[in-house]
């Protein structure tokens, strides 16, 4: 019986380091730079621009093509604006730090190609005004 005892602990002893060693699955996107951010507006098709400011800051100053989602409207059901999450998506602010939480935000909902590039106040190449 004791042999027994011994083989269980031991079992439930590495059971119990194997799941230590487990990570869960991650959900991430990527963060780049503005100028990486410009190449793919430039060389690719298939991408939608993603302002997660506020409607009036969007209508001050956005990139050109930008759809507005604010980041306080982003939860745990995929924006409208946003139908197909393999698509590659551009997120940005007006500092870096809702677009942070916003890609964040999006990845834990299975969106699959997230780059996110910081704010609009550092955006070196154009922008346009809804005003």
Known sequence: MKKYFVLFCCALF???LAACGSKPAETSYQQISQEEAKNLM???ESYLILDVRTE???RERHIPGAVCVPN????DTLPEELPDT???I???CRSGNRSKQAAEKLAAMGYTDI???GGITTWPYETVSDE
């Open 14 to 16: 590495i059971a119990a």
């Open 42 to 44: 430039d060389t690719e």
């Open 56 to 58: 009036e800051e969007y």
């Open 72 to 75: 306080e409207t982003i939860s």
């Open 86 to 88: 393999e698509q590659l």
């Open 90 to 92: 551009l997120v940005y």
């Open 115 to 117: 780059r996110e590039f």
